[in-house]
């Protein structure tokens, strides 16, 4: 059998005729139907980690990307910490204790840990010093000082887990 190819040469396309015998057409036919198959993978691969992303911006812009990290914060303090699990297929997150999680959870989506604030000592002197404010007042002035890294580094941790 002769099948016709286009072939790119520098001057256009020319047309050639290539005789194929049954297996040659068998090969031919899966490994289209491989390469298809694996591109049609890769594609939905590349959807499935861009709604990932998304989600994940969606979390990082929320409130509860800052509630996260204060609860990770004070979870810290005790040796503990707080994670997300991102679950894209229902476009939502929710936090976990990391208690809660156990060795044995086998997450439908992503589990991200949540980062903490640096603790310098400064907590104690802010709270507790000659002019102390508020614990929400600490947290915010901490999550304005440090908010965008901490966000690059979910998102860091998120392209780790490829």
């Not at 491989?34 to 959807?47: C, I, K, S, Y």
């Not at 996260?68 to 204790?97: D, F, H, K, M, Q």
Request: charged share 30%.
């Amino acid at each position: 059998m002769k099948e016709l190819h286009s072939v790119q040469t520098s001057k256009g396309y020319i047309n050639i005729g290539i005789d194929l015998d049954a297996k040659s057409i068998q090969w031919l036919d899966k490994n289209k139907i491989f390469r298809t198959r694996q591109a049609a993978h890769q594609r939905r691969e590349r959807l499935e980690r861009k709604a990932m992303e998304d989600l994940l911006e969606q979390f990082l812009e929320s409130d509860d990307f800052k509630s996260g990290v204060i609860s990770a914060t004070r979870a810290s303090w005790g040796g503990s910490g707080y994670s997300v699990e991102l679950l894209p297929e229902t476009n939502t997150w929710r936090e976990l204790w990391n208690n809660q999680i156990g060795n044995k959870y086998d997450s439908p989506g992503v589990i991200l840990a949540l980062p903490t604030f640096t603790d310098d000592g400064t907590y104690q002197e802010a709270v507790n010093g000659e002019n102390p404010i508020s614990e929400e007042e600490y947290f915010d002035l901490c999550f304005a000082n440090e908010g965008e890294e901490l966000k690059q580094e979910v998102r860091d941790s998120l392209a780790a887990a490829a």
